[in-house]
Each structure stands twice: as structure tokens, then as C-alpha cells.
């Protein structure tokens, strides 16, 4: 017996062989479907998808054995990694110099015919085998070897498509605790500038109550400007917390509710003060949602209708049905519309299609991104549709829950 020399690349495809996560692993269909359909086609009663590790040959599927590994030093798949492109056959161990002598030749298994294709990394490094075993001599013809290789290479794209699951896993996990910790950096951030941001205001207040007949009119106006600026600041920040906490919106318990009283709560809570017609859907439902997040997204959907909007008169029409497990809402305005090269970006964070609303305030692009945001995670889409100075439909439904 001549036991295999360690490929020159060794360390590097030990690495290659252990960032796969897949020694020591449970047996997977996808994987024992190819090496039962390799021993189909090759007509031999044993075959192996085999991983060579630093001891070990472990065996991530196999047909036709109890074997789970074997010593790496006594392995086959050990000679033929050395060549990671080409098939290694061995037609009769018993006349190879480099097995005759070999234990699972010998001794129990007694391997007499042994084919084995290497089974390569992303990088071209051989971390194992796709193999074939028998107790008695054998060959494979010209077709048999080609689907063996072919076998071999869905086994690598098996081994990619792992590789590139485990990496967005990663980058899933270190952009959920990045984002954790956004939140946590944007909501201590905001909740300590608000108390600053009230006291502005109100010496703002105090100043033009108390000293304001000592000023100018420019002085006033600049009184005024400080008090705008930090209510538009605060505004701002309370949008940000919103957004960043509509998740927690979720936490809390789906549950019935009236579609109208919600819609009428919403109303008198945005306390309009134009002339405005809002009509409700005709034919009411009882929602079973989260209503905490039901409520966030048409507080934010009426009340964009209320502010971007320059009519004399305002009217905005509710629609809502049931259908096929989801609840399927419309809001249409008569507002001063949305570009039609402006319509795709305008759920995306802090995206700003009017310079400033109804009342001259400049808005802050986070609105309509906690919207869908919120409608996505009830397990619904949100489109608009709109023309500039016609008016705005937003369409969106809502999954219904058990």
C-alpha cells in the first residue's frame, strides 16, 4: 500500500472544506438522490459523496453501505484529489501498487474496483469525492464516466449554492445587529434632542410675549423662524422614531376592529381645519389586524392627502374589500399629484418629490417608507398611481390573520 501524499494546497482547501459547514452534518435528500443515481447509472452496488478532512474521509452521502467514514491515510479519495480535474478509475485494486496491500482491500469491505471524480471548491481546490465502489473488478464506458463527472459538478454547484447561503446568512446577521444598533443610536439621539427642541420653542415664545415690543419686526420675524425651524426639527425626529420603531408597532396582538370608528378616530386626531370631504368605504368591515400599525399607515396616507394638496376643497375617498384572505384599501386625493418619473422612488427612505406642503413645510422623504414598510410586514404590497394636479391613488392590501 502507498499511502497519498497532502496536496500542496492543503491547508488552503482544509479551509475551503470546513467555511462549507457541512462535515459531521445530517444526511440531505439532494445530496443522497445524486449518489444513489451515480450507482444507478454505473452499475455498481456502492457509491459515496465523500469529504477528506485532516483524519478523516466522511461521508456526506452514500448508497448502498453503512459506512459513515474511513481513515483518511487508507482512503482512495486521498490518491484521487491530487488530480482535482480528472476521474480516477481503478478497474482491479488487487493490481495497483498503491492498494493492493490497502486494509479495505484486504480485509473487510474488500474493494476491488474503485472510481472516484474530484469534487471542487469555488476556487478549484478538490474537498472530496463523488465515488464509486465494488467488490468484484469493473470499468466504466464512455457514457458512465461523463454522467459521473456530470454528477460530480452538481454536487460543486450544491457546494456553491451552500457557500453563498452561509455568506448572506453572515451578512444577514452583522446588517441586522447594524441596524439594532441604528436604532438604538437614532431613537437615544432623538429622544434627547426633543426636551431641547420644546425648550426652543417655548423661550421662543416667552421672548416674543415678553420682549416683543422692544423689536423690530425683523427681530420678530427671526423669533418666528426659530420657532418654525424647531417644530419642522421636532417633526423630523418624531418621523425618524416612527419609522424606526414601526416594528415594534407589530409586537403587539392582532385583534377585530371596526373599519369605521378607526377611520373616524383618525380623522378627528389629524384635526383638519380646511374645507375638506372625506368619504368612507360604504359598506363596512371588521378588520382582524394589528391595529396599532393599521392606524400608523392611514394616519401617514390622509394625512400626506391633507398637506399636498392646494384645492379650495379637499376630497379624499376610502375604499375597502375582503377578498381571497386579504383586505384590499384605496386612497384617493385630489391633491396636487406625484410625477411620473418621481412614482418608483417615492417609498424609498427619505425621498422628497414637493419642496414644501399646503402649509410651506418642507417634508422629510420618511412618510411613505414606514408606510410600506408597515404593509409589507402585515403581509401586503402597496402602488400609486397618480397625475400631477389631478391627484393620487394609493392601493394596498393588508393579509388577513387567523
Avoid at 469555488?122 to 457514457?143: F, Y
Avoid at 383618525?266 to 394589528?290: A, F, G, M, Q, R
Wanted: charged content about 25%; aromatic content about 8%.
Amino acid at each position: 500500500m502507498i499511502e497519498a501524499l497532502q496536496p500542496e494546497n492543503e491547508i488552503s482547501r482544509i479551509t475551503s472544506l470546513h467555511d462549507l459547514q457541512i462535515l459531521n452534518s445530517e444526511p440531505e435528500e439532494k445530496y443522497d438522490n445524486i449518489a444513489q443515481l451515480a450507482s444507478y447509472i454505473c452499475d455498481v452496488p456502492v457509491s459515496l459523496i465523500t469529504l477528506l478532512a485532516e483524519d478523516k474521509n466522511w461521508f456526506k452521502a452514500k448508497s448502498g453501505t453503512d459506512m459513515c467514514d474511513s481513515d483518511r491515510n487508507i482512503s482512495f479519495c486521498s490518491h484521487a484529489i491530487l488530480q482535482p480535474d480528472e476521474l480516477m478509475e481503478i478497474p482491479d485494486t488487487l493490481l495497483d501498487a498503491r492498494f493492493a496491500n490497502n486494509p479495505l482491500v484486504t480485509t473487510g469491505s474488500k474493494i476491488r474496483f474503485y472510481a472516484g471524480m474530484p469534487i471542487r471548491s469555488n476556487i478549484g481546490e478538490a474537498v472530496g469525492t463523488l465515488c464509486l465502489l465494488d467488490t468484484e473488478p469493473h470499468s466504466l464506458n464512455e457514457k458512465q464516466k461523463t454522467a459521473l463527472i456530470a454528477l460530480a459538478r452538481q454536487v460543486e454547484s450544491l457546494f456553491e449554492l451552500r457557500r453563498q447561503n452561509i455568506a448572506l446568512k453572515k451578512v444577514k446577521k452583522e446588517l441586522g445587529t447594524k441596524n439594532n444598533l441604528l436604532k438604538e443610536f437614532a431613537g437615544t439621539v432623538s429622544h434627547d434632542m426633543k426636551m431641547p427642541l420644546a425648550n426652543m420653542i417655548i423661550t421662543s415664545d416667552l421672548l416674543k410675549a415678553k420682549y416683543g415690543n422692544l423689536l423690530d419686526d425683523t427681530g420678530r420675524s427671526y423669533l418666528t423662524y426659530l420657532k418654525q425651524s424647531s417644530f419642522r426639527l421636532s417633526n423630523y425626529i418624531t418621523d425618524i422614531l416612527n419609522h424606526y420603531e414601526s416594528d415594534t408597532l407589530l409586537d403587539s396582538h392582532n385583534e377585530d376592529f371596526d373599519l369605521q370608528d378607526v377611520l373616524e378616530q383618525i380623522i378627528d386626531l389629524l384635526n383638519i381645519k380646511y374645507d375638506c370631504e372625506i368619504n368612507l368605504p360604504e359598506d363596512n368591515l371588521t378588520v382582524h389586524c394589528n391595529r396599532a400599525a393599521f392606524q400608523q399607515i392611514f394616519f401617514n396616507l390622509i394625512g400626506n392627502s391633507l398637506k399636498y394638496n392646494t384645492q379650495e376643497k379637499i376630497i379624499i375617498d376610502v375604499t375597502s374589500i375582503e377578498k381571497n384572505g386579504y383586505y384590499h384599501f384605496s386612497i384617493t386625493d385630489n391633491g396636487i399629484g406625484i410625477p411620473e418619473n418621481k412614482q418608483e422612488a417615492i417609498f424609498e427612505l427619505f425621498t422628497i418629490v414637493e419642496e414644501a406642503d399646503r402649509s410651506g413645510n418642507r417634508g422629510n422623504g420618511i412618510g411613505l417608507s414606514t408606510v410600506q414598510k408597515l404593509v409589507n410586514n402585515l403581509g401586503g404590497k402597496i402602488s400609486v398611481k397618480s397625475k400631477v394636479n389631478k391627484g393620487t391613488t394609493f392601493n394596498f392590501t393588508i393579509k388577513r390573520t387567523l
